[in-house]
């Protein structure tokens, strides 16, 4: 073994080396790899890097780049499921939620995120009348008094404070985050252990069952991980493909999103979701900055899941007259419309009827999870923590060298500015 000649950074790993050819292949040996630099990819790196396992992370295209930045980037604590009637006083993992991020956005959480950008400190919900007497008790009930509150006429978003509004205002306890500037803040600490690899780049080796390595033919270089840890979304199907994994089984849920720009900061930021008598949200509008500052509302709920079924045309004139409908004295002229037609990637399960917490499953020496919320990353983190092996104190990490023979990928843009 001779380390100091690795161009790769032992990153706590161990490296060797054998002689192919004339070629020499790199061996490095690690505690983790993790497939996918999503939320979830990104804030189980930090946890495992911090817990003092040699971990890195491979991202197939760019950090955040599939359904992390086209979130809302909601920090859901489960109230939405009030409207279900499902949500009880059970402690499920998402009530928590909104408290573990703020104190990792104070900087006294598991993982430093101070710096983040807040778009809102709370999301709303508005009816357009008043809510019917039981949803009014429940809102009020001792179940979601510290959660949810009803918000006097001068509290509320400049946008219900119109004389023509006649509904209720709901204040919720959750955060509304930029999510681009929460990957990168997510990748800063640990930037030296990401790389840029997909499924093209590397042969898989196992051995009954066990995923024992990563060779990377165009770098002479041999991953050996003790755990692969995926967290690839949608990324998961193809990889099960690969690794002929019955189960766990992936679903996909369709949404078609609207965005409207308006010009420069026109229109007024809104971060709610409208109420109807239905079991979702008729609409969720949260807003967002493109780079020139111009005001962004980008919709989901009802109208984005039953919005599959139109073309994009449909689903603009649908947004359209659901804002009118909704809020009348908005009137959003010279304004632009897009459509963002993208996958949910889920478990499948018969059961799933609320992501009230992270699903993650260990199949052999692989760890396999979806959030199935963006607010959900620290349970889904903290899951995959409790199926590692205690930490060999021959695996502490040594100071990270620079990795030199694998690229870098790049932070997602956040789509509006993709888009328009
Ligand atoms: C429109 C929309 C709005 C949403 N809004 C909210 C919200 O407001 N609040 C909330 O809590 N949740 C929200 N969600 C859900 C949330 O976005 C997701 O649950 C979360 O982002 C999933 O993160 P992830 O890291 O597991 O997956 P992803 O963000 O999909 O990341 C997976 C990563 O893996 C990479 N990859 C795939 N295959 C491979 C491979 N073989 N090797 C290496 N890398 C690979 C991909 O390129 C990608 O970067 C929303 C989802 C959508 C679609």
Same mark, same amino acid.
């Given at each position: ?5 690795? %161009? ?26 993790? +497939? ?12 495992? #890097? ?28 489960? #109230? ?35 710096? @983040? ?23 009020? /009930? ?19 404070? *119109? ?5 209720a205002v709901y ?18 600490? @640990? &930037?030296?252990?990401?790389f840029q690899a997909?499924?093209?780049? !590397? ?7 066990? @995923? ?7 770098? *002479? ?6 755990? +692969? ?30 965005? #409207? ?9 809104? !971060? ?11 609409? &969720?509008?949260? &807003? ?5 500052? *111009? ?7 009802? +109208? ?8 994009? %045309? ?23 419309? =897009?459509?963002?037609?993208? *996958? ?12 009230d917490s992270a ?18 990353? %620290? ?7 409790? !199926? ?9 990490? /040594?100071?990270?060298?620079?990795? =030199? ?9 956040? @789509? ?5």
């Amino acid at each position: 073994m001779i380390s100091g000649q690795w %161009p790769i950074g032992l990153l706590g790993g161990k490296a060797s080396e054998i002689r192919l050819d004339q070629r020499m292949m790199q061996q490095i040996t690690v505690d983790i790899v993790i +497939l996918g630099g999503g939320v979830s990819g990104l804030w189980t790196l930090n946890r495992a #890097v911090q817990a003092g396992y040699s971990a890195i992370l491979l991202e197939k295209d760019q950090l955040g780049g599939a359904q992390t930045i086209r979130s809302q980037g909601i920090i859901h604590g489960g #109230v939405k499921y009030a409207l279900h009637g499902a949500l009880t006083t059970a402690s499920n993992a998402i009530r928590d939620m909104p408290v573990i991020w703020q104190t990792c956005l104070e900087g006294s959480g598991q993982i430093d995120l101070r710096g @983040v950008d807040i778009l809102s400190d709370a999301h709303y919900l508005w009816s357009r009348e008043s809510l019917g007497a039981r949803m009014t008790a429940f809102f009020a /009930s001792h179940a979601l008094r510290e959660r949810i509150s009803r918000v006097p006429f001068h509290a509320r978003p400049s946008l219900f404070q *119109d004389d023509r509004f006649h509904g209720a205002v709901y204040r919720l306890n959750e955060l509304v985050l930029n999510v681009q500037s929460l990957i990168k803040k997510l990748a800063e600490p @640990v &930037t030296n252990r990401i790389f840029q690899a997909g499924p093209d780049d !590397y042969h898989l080796e196992t051995i009954e069952g066990n @995923v024992t390595a990563l060779t990377f033919p165009a770098h *002479d270089l041999t991953l050996r991980p003790k755990r +692969l840890v995926i967290c690839c979304g949608e990324g998961y199907e193809a990889v099960a493909k690969r690794l002929a994994l019955p189960s766990p089984r992936m679903q996909r849920r369709p949404l078609h999103m609207v965005m #409207v720009k308006f010009k420069r900061q026109t229109a007024p930021s809104l !971060y709610a979701h409208c109420l109807s008598g239905g079991t979702r949200p008729l609409v &969720t509008i949260t &807003t967002h900055y493109t780079k020139n500052q *111009d005001t962004v509302w980008y919709m989901g709920g009802e +109208l984005a899941e039953s919005g599959t079924k139109r073309d994009v %045309p449909g689903q603009i004139k649908k947004a359209e007259s659901t804002l009118h409908e909704l809020l009348p004295w908005v009137e959003p002229t010279q304004a632009h419309w =897009a459509t963002l037609r993208v *996958d949910r990637a889920e478990p499948k399960q018969s059961t799933l009827t609320l992501p009230d917490s992270a699903f993650v499953a260990q199949h052999k020496n692989l760890i396999i999870g979806w959030p199935t919320k963006l607010a959900l990353a %620290p349970d889904l983190a903290e899951k995959v923590m409790a !199926y590692l092996p205690p930490l060999e104190k021959s695996t502490l990490p /040594s100071p990270p060298v620079e990795l =030199a023979i694998l690229p870098r990928p790049t932070i997602a843009e956040a @789509v509006w500015d993709e888009i328009f």
